[in-house]
């Protein structure tokens, strides 16, 4: 006959098991809202963009089902060590990934107004560039999460430099396209908001990240460079 203790043990890792579940499933949703937030810019597709916007209410409603469900976790189980520091990287990932998908909205808005701007020549390939890096650092840091692995957490981290090198190249291209045109200004201005939502998602990663390397390890390295955390963590010198 199974024991009472028992049967709160399963349940207990079970909750654990579907907070985990839903970030991945949260991570999902924000990735595609990236996606659809780009290609409709890209596409002057003011449908598609409409879409990003009206759909952001589901991210929301993840952030406050899952904070919900790990304040219920705390408050029943009082979960110690590791347990712990899993309900604690899940509430910090799923605050950057709701952000994530307010940034996404924001690409999503500089889409429905650069849609009725003369479109470029190069089609805004930066931005598609830039988008394509971001989105792969919010899935390569969620699947470090799923499979808590710190070495993929730091591999992404490092990624991060090439978003802000490739924020700073839009910004450069934008300012002498208006300089030489004033046309291009409002054009520009938009792009150049659209670029720095993209280079913020890219932070949110590498925040995601820094949660995984914590949830594994039990280290805050917020405020550690990532030459020093390979070599304490991995023991590589750098």
């Known amino acids: 006959m199974e024991s009472i203790y028992t049967h709160i043990s399963r349940q207990y890792d079970a909750e654990l098991e579907d907070i985990r579940s839903r970030?991945?499933?949260?991570?999902?949703?924000?990735?595609?809202?990236?996606?659809?937030?780009?290609?409709?810019?890209?596409?002057?597709?003011?449908?598609?963009?409409?879409e990003v916007i009206k759909n952001d209410?589901?991210?929301?409603?993840?952030?406050?089902?899952?904070?919900?469900?790990?304040?219920?976790?705390?408050?029943?189980?009082?979960?110690?060590?590791?347990d712990l520091r899993l309900v604690v990287a899940v509430i910090k990932i799923i605050t950057d990934l709701e952000r994530i998908g307010d940034e996404a909205e924001k690409i999503a808005r500089m889409a429905?107004?650069?849609?009725?701007?003369?479109?470029?020549?190069?089609?805004?390939?930066?931005?598609?560039?830039?988008?394509?890096?971001?989105?792969?650092?919010?899935?390569?840091?969620?699947d470090a999460?799923?499979?808590?692995?710190?070495?993929?957490?730091?591999?992404?981290a490092r990624e991060d430099r090439q978003a802000d090198k490739g924020y700073k190249g839009v910004v450069r291209q934008k300012i002498i396209f208006m300089m030489e045109d004033p046309r291009t200004i409002s054009r520009s201005l938009d792009v150049i908001w659209a670029a720095r939502a993209l280079e913020r998602i890219g932070d949110h990663a590498c925040n995601i990240c820094e949660?995984?390397?914590?949830?594994?390890?039990?280290?805050?390295?917020?405020?550690?460079s990532l030459d020093e955390v390979e070599?304490?963590?991995l023991g590589r010198k750098c």
Request: net charge negative.
């Open 145 to 156: 999460f799923a499979r808590l692995d710190i070495e993929a957490a730091l591999r992404v």
């Open 112 to 142: 429905m107004r650069l849609a009725n701007e003369e479109r470029p020549a190069d089609g805004y390939l930066e931005i598609y560039a830039l988008g394509n890096h971001v989105r792969q650092m919010v899935h390569g840091a969620l």
């Open 231 to 233: 070599q304490e963590i």
């Open 57 to 82: 209410y589901r991210v929301n409603n993840l952030d406050v089902t899952i904070d919900e469900e790990c304040g219920q976790i705390i408050a029943r189980h009082q979960p110690l060590a590791s």
């Open 23 to 50: 970030v991945l499933q949260m991570g999902g949703l924000v990735e595609k809202h990236i996606v659809e937030a780009i290609t409709a810019l890209i596409k002057g597709d003011i449908a598609l963009a409409q």
């Open 211 to 224: 949660h995984v390397i914590y949830l594994v390890k039990g280290k805050d390295i917020r405020h550690t």
